[in-house]
């Protein structure tokens, strides 16, 4: 990557502490708990749909004319 850090330095939890919160939260310390759910809710709007819109291609009514 692009720092000296491996993963686990950088967000301040180990991968086992990340399997046990996956399995039950209360399964780790308070402060990485926090840590966890601070990163899900910084990273929420990743699982967000991407907005869109319809277009109708339908060709508009000219009978009036």
Known sequence: GL???TDEEQFGFTYKEL????????NVDEK??????FRV??????R?????FY???TPPDTSFF
């Open 3 to 5: 720092s000296d850090k």
């Open 19 to 26: 399997d046990a919160y996956l399995e039950n939260p209360k």
């Open 32 to 37: 990485v708990r926090e840590n966890i759910n």
């Open 41 to 46: 809710k910084l990273n929420f709007f990743k």
């Open 48 to 52: 967000l749909h991407i907005p869109s």
């Open 55 to 57: 277009v109708d291609t």
